[in-house]
């Protein structure tokens, strides 16, 4: 296939296009075109070429087959290491993966040499898996000591990939882009069609690849540039093209796992007090507000908007990083990763966008959270982004006001206590660290709080110790549902962060 760029012709070589543009954009620039010009085509669906044997495999077969570590490629040449997915059960669509070294552009082949075939996926090599492509890939870097490769980073299924830093176990996820997510158009998955990486060198500290992204409302080129550490990090940049109007775009989705935990009223019969892989959405507004909204397992979805203009970021949290927090040693919890994104060009007026699926099942994520601009992205235009998504095992830098610890909620017993007549509902939240460790117990702290279609009743705002204070307060248990912010104060100016609630005093 040949196009015209700037007046001269271009030949693809491999779906990928050798401009004449610099030396570090010049891949990126040849995939950009490619996705103008498959949205100028109507969207056609992946073609699902696998074997018949591969597409109805088990989840247990699949499991059956591995990469082999000693097949991992680069391993020998840099500190990083890129080993490979088999195609096959709920991969149905195999993508097509590209190396480039030294500027040369070279196809990534499937060989069943690079997978082991145990117990039952023994009997796929009978059969000829030739064409079977690869499902996606996953790439390793001495995170945690020098003569280990950890895997850092995977990328498989749709637009969705994760990322891992030091001392952590892969949790939640995120994904190129949201379409549609929990509104009355049928949501969209894009899918990441084609990747090419770039091989890392002897002293290599991070790897740039890019990818193709497509689906039937637009398409899309991006370039990651992945740089491990204890904050693994992920810069983002994107150009999209619409082949039809969007409803609702979600930028920089991050999807989680809340099952239950400590502010949870019902919760299954489990012995671990808590189970999620993050127990927060935290905002850092335009206008320089921290927001803390804890997470709830819900009865029905329940979508929140935040309204803003130029965020600083935003991230799916897990603060709770004890492991008596959660007692599983196999799930390891208190080692799931916090992920935060932050823009790096400006997002504009727009908001955060929070959904809350319900689950009875852990295996299931049910937390959604991504930006949504203002400004439609309407058939023919084109958008850029261009953003990092990191990894944490505490807050943002940036955060030096008192952080929410704790959300404890329950009803009034006693004597004197509300009756069933007048029930009330009593809250407590604590905030620990940042400034409030040079705030003395004495301090005149207040408490600033509001509520919708709800009374506060009682509120008090005390010192627990040198470094943490607590907010209390009681509302009507009955009524409607009820949105609550509160912050503690100090002399007009506010050290903690905003922490918002909404109560459903039906939940």
């Not at 190396?99 to 070279?106: L, N």
């Not at 507004?285 to 997470?295: F, V």
């Not at 979508?303 to 927090?325: A, Y």
């Not at 600033?448 to 009743?457: F, K």
Request: avoid cysteine; charge should be negative; charged fraction near 25%.
């Amino acid at each position: 296939m040949r196009f015209t760029k700037n007046g001269k012709w271009i030949l693809l070589l491999g779906g990928l296009a050798a401009l004449p543009a610099s030396a570090d954009d010049r891949h990126y620039d040849a995939v950009i075109e490619q996705a103008r010009m498959l949205a100028e085509t109507a969207y056609q669906a992946p073609d699902e070429r696998l074997p018949d044997v591969l597409k109805e495999l088990s989840y247990d077969t699949y499991r059956q087959i591995r990469f082999a570590p000693d097949h991992a490629y680069w391993r020998d040449e840099s500190p990083f290491n890129l080993q490979l997915f088999h195609s096959g059960f709920l991969f149905k669509a195999p993508v097509t993966l590209n190396i480039i070294d030294d500027d040369t552009v070279s196809r990534l082949p499937f060989s069943t040499e690079d997978f082991q075939y145990d117990g039952d996926a023994q009997a796929l090599l009978e059969q000829d898996l030739s064409g079977s492509g690869h499902a996606g890939f996953r790439l390793h870097y001495p995170l945690n000591t020098s003569e280990y490769a950890d895997e850092f980073a995977v990328f498989l299924g749709a637009s969705y990939f994760r990322l891992t830093g030091k001392d952590q176990v892969f949790g939640l996820s995120t994904r190129g882009l949201a379409i549609n997510t929990a509104s009355s158009e049928e949501e969209e998955f894009p899918a990441f069609r084609e990747f090419w990486l770039y091989k890392p060198d002897a002293k290599a500290e991070e790897i740039v690849l890019l990818a193709l992204l497509d689906s039937p409302s637009l398409s899309g080129a991006y370039r990651f540039t992945l740089r491990p550490g204890e904050q693994t990090d992920a810069e983002v940049e994107a150009q999209l093209f619409a082949r039809d109007d969007i409803a609702k775009l979600g930028v920089a989705p991050l999807t989680s796992m809340y099952t239950f935990g400590e502010a949870s009223h019902e919760r299954q019969d489990d012995f671990r007090p808590q189970v999620h892989d993050s127990d927060g959405l935290l905002m850092h507004t335009g206008a320089d507000e921290w927001i803390w909204r804890p997470l709830s397992n819900p009865d029905a979805l329940r979508v929140s908007s935040f309204l803003d203009s130029n965020p600083g970021g935003f991230g799916l949290m897990q603060r709770e990083r004890d492991f008596d927090r959660y007692l599983d040693m196999e799930a390891q919890y208190h080692r799931r990763p916090s992920q935060w994104v932050a823009p790096i060009e400006p997002w504009g007026p727009g908001h955060v966008e929070l959904v809350e699926i319900p689950t009875q099942d852990e295996t299931f994520d049910n937390i959604v959270a991504y930006w949504v601009a203002d400004e439609p992205l309407e058939a023919g235009n084109t958008r850029k982004l261009h953003y990092h998504t990191y990894t944490l095992n505490d807050n943002p830098e940036e955060l030096t006001l008192g952080r929410v610890v704790r959300t404890r909620h329950g009803g009034l017993w006693g004597l004197g206590q509300a009756s069933e007549h007048n029930p009330q509902r009593q809250f407590v939240v604590d905030f620990e660290g940042g400034v409030l460790g040079d705030i003395p117990p004495d301090a005149p702290v207040t408490l600033d709080i509001s509520a919708q279609r709800s009374e506060i009743l009682i509120p008090q705002v005390t010192a627990l110790s040198d470094n943490a204070w607590r907010a209390s307060f009681r509302i009507p248990a009955t009524g409607e549902p009820s949105d609550i912010r509160l912050r503690l104060m100090l002399n007009g100016e506010p050290i903690s962060e905003t922490w918002n609630y909404v109560w459903y005093p039906d939940a």
